[in-house]
């Protein structure tokens, strides 16, 4: 058996796969994020450890595994977050996590020492706040007995790997995604930490992402239940790890899209693909010599979360199911209301960390529906830009599988499909890609799996949704409408920064 863990935003769902890696169960033990003013996001690394080892116990004792059975354990986690660690890998202070964005500051020189074309070129990333290098320079520089204290940095399902073995080190595809990274040569970048004032010692060792790291210590099987023993696997990023859930390992299996608290259209490549306006970034696979185009929004299911939550219906239930349903028959840019899904500020295709989130057109009769209906349009809308972007790259985007929690509907689907032009496939790995790919991952690194290609057969489609081609040019004049209105408040977002 395989146990993997998809360490993610609002929790940590461990998942038990057979030696086939299909998925057999799974559960989610969920945890806390702090989100304060001027951009601040921060979790409790311990929560992550505790959250780990009380789905571990639970996933062996509700299905009833032996310990014993278990032969490798895997790991995918949330990226770009920073975990600052004393000598003893203590946590020194709270974790920065992907969503924080206070680091502009330190962003901006980073950015002045090298050149934002220079970084592109070297990390296949912007310089921006949200990454992992301009975080650690902003704890330096506000907090600096935090940083005094500073032995390590790592991401967050390093710290889960090194409670459970005593070891700590990072993957490519994690590393690639720290603006700290030089993706040519396949290295931390001394260029980009000098720029940024930091030593390269603080980093971990990058390993390959199937490599077996170490094996569960006896202090860590207490805590999860495993047997002592039991090797595990380095693992990735959960965004190279859910392209592998979703059977994207090869650049002929077509670009997918994740929808969940951020959301990203992706594709696998043998390159990088630098896109010359810079909207979309490359991470190193973690299948060896691949690569992953992706283009991220910081919040595409955060921003249905956030509307349900704000109009009361909940994350779950009737009245969250009878919101969406209601929006299907409703009308947004058909009546000149618009979102822009710029909840947490924006990567993709902006690199906008002060931007905000807007409703535009608001008219007295506009209710629930109409609003969850342009939230729907508003991420689908900014990730067409996205889409967009991939093709004037070079890029063929003929059909989309769709992944994540908010795959599970069919209202949202069927608007991708007309707002994109392409027919959007529903995959049953919709809430457990990261969980299969972190599976798929550990098995093929501990050899109980043969390759990568397996992934492919390990879900299937139960849906697609085809665009309706009027629809779909109706809503192409609509996405210029949704990009002017967010070029008219880039101003203005800037104006009410500097206000504060």
């Known amino acids: 058996m395989i146990i993997a863990h998809d360490l993610g935003t609002t929790g940590d769902k461990a998942s038990l796969h057979d030696e086939r890696g299909r998925l057999v169960a799974a559960v989610t033990v969920a945890y806390d994020t702090h989100y304060g003013p001027g951009g601040e996001a921060e979790q409790d690394p311990h ?232 909207r979309t970034m490359t991470f190193d696979h973690v299948v060896p010599g691949r690569y992953v185009p992706t283009a991220t929004m910081q919040a595409g299911g955060g921003s249905l979360a956030w509307i349900s939550e704000v109009l009361r219906a909940g994350a779950d239930g009737e009245r969250f199911r009878a919101l969406v349903a209601d929006a299907d028959t409703a009308e947004a840019s058909g009546e000149g209301l618009y979102f822009l899904p710029h909840l947490l500020g924006e990567r993709s295709p902006y690199w906008n960390p002060d931007v905000r989130g807007a409703f535009i057109g608001i008219s007295r009769h506009h209710g629930p529906a109409h609003l969850t209906r342009a939230v729907l349009e508003g991420v689908a809308f900014n990730l067409y830009t996205c889409l967009l972007a991939f093709r004037e790259a070079g890029a063929s985007v003929e059909s989309v599988d769709a992944i994540g929690g908010g795959a599970a509907g069919d209202v949202w689907l069927s608007i991708l499909a007309d707002v994109w032009g392409v027919p959007v496939r529903r995959r049953t790995v919709a809430e457990e890609a990261n969980s299969l790919g972190a599976a798929v991952t550990a098995g093929v690194g501990a050899g109980v799996l043969d390759s990568f290609a397996v992934a492919g057969t390990l879900s299937q489609v139960t849906a697609e949704f085809q665009p309706d081609p009027g629809r779909h040019e109706v809503y192409v004049r609509r996405h210029a409408v949704f990009r002017d209105g967010y070029d008219r408040l880039e101003t203005w977002h800037r104006g009410a920064k500097a206000a504060r």
């Open 47 to 278: 929560d992550w450890w505790r959250a780990a080892g009380e789905a571990t116990r639970r996933l062996l004792a509700e299905t009833g595994t032996d310990p014993a059975a278990v032969r490798v354990v895997g790991m995918s986690g949330q990226m770009m977050g920073a975990v600052l660690l004393d000598a003893a890998y203590e946590p020194v202070r709270p974790a920065l996590i992907w969503a924080d964005t206070r680091s502009g500051a330190q962003c901006e020189r980073v950015a002045a020492a090298v050149g934002d074309d220079r970084a592109y070129t070297l990390t296949g990333h912007r310089l921006n706040p949200t990454y992992s290098l301009h975080k650690v320079a902003w704890v330096r520089e506000h907090e600096p007995e935090a940083f005094a204290r500073t032995a390590h940095v790592c991401l967050a399902k390093d710290f889960v790997v090194h409670r459970l073995t005593g070891r700590l080190v990072t993957d490519p595809s994690d590393a690639s995604g720290t603006n700290a990274y030089d993706q040519a040569a396949g290295t931390w970048s001394g260029e980009l930490l000098a720029a940024a004032g930091l030593d390269p010692a603080l980093l971990p060792e990058i390993v390959p992402s199937t490599s077996v790291v170490g094996t569960v210590t006896a202090a860590a099987a207490e805590v999860t239940g495993l047997r002592p023993g039991t090797p595990v696997v380095a693992g990735g990023g959960d965004g190279p790890i859910a392209a592998v859930g979703a059977g994207v390992v090869d650049p002929a299996d077509g670009a997918y899209v994740y929808l969940g608290s951020s959301s990203w259209i992706s594709l696998a490549s043998e390159t990088p693909l630098l896109d010359p306006g810079k």
